[in-house]
């Protein structure tokens, strides 16, 4: 800056230099004229396509959770038939393959389906697949419940929803 309040004149910034700096940001604008209104619909066919990916992942975590309650009610119903020993098997003295106080199939169905009416969860078709006892003592508990997704169109997948399996594992221990 000079000593008088004026500033330095810089080569090559005189009224030519303005004016096609002013002839070239017209053209700029009369080409980007054309364009007016792209970046609107860009911005609304993004918010739909983000809007979609959470409407399916919100399907899919309500999927899950829907197994982990069914693993959980399966857990629950094979405990609870691992505890019901088969007492005719255990105080009768008859020594079976399996030993005193071995699990039978009928004992593991019966005990898990009387815990499973006592749980307070609602899934839809929830039913025991299979309920049995391969060696006399684990209880091996296998529920199915159907899952329907709340987001997803039923035009696209099946409106049934999704067959869900969960299989619970205990075995019975007697204290000695």
């Not at 000593?3 to 910034?13: A, E």
């Not at 209104?37 to 860009?42: M, N, R």
């Not at 396509?49 to 982990?68: C, E, F, N, P, Q």
């Not at 106080?101 to 609602?122: E, K, N, Y």
């Amino acid at each position: 800056m000079n000593l008088r309040g004026r500033s330095p004149k810089l080569p090559g910034r005189g009224p030519r230099f303005k004016s096609a700096l002013a002839g070239a940001l017209g053209r700029l604008r009369r080409r980007a004229g054309g364009e007016e209104g792209q970046t609107l619909l860009l911005g609304v066919g993004l918010v739909a396509v983000v809007a979609a990916l959470l409407l399916v992942l919100a399907s899919a975590t309500a999927v899950y959770l829907d197994l982990k309650t069914l693993t959980s009610l399966a857990d629950s119903a094979a405990a609870a038939a691992a505890d019901a020993v088969d007492e005719g098997s255990y105080f009768d003295g008859a020594s079976t393959a399996a030993g005193p106080g071995s699990l039978s199939a009928a004992g593991v169905r019966a005990a898990a389906a009387a815990d499973l009416a006592t749980q307070p969860v609602d899934l839809a078709g929830l039913q025991i697949a299979d309920a049995s006892s391969p060696d006399g003592a684990t209880a091996v508990v296998t529920l199915t419940a159907h899952s329907q997704p709340p987001f997803l169109p039923w035009g696209v997948i099946p409106a049934s929803g999704f067959t869900i399996t969960a299989t619970g594992t205990a075995r019975a221990t007697t204290g000695m």
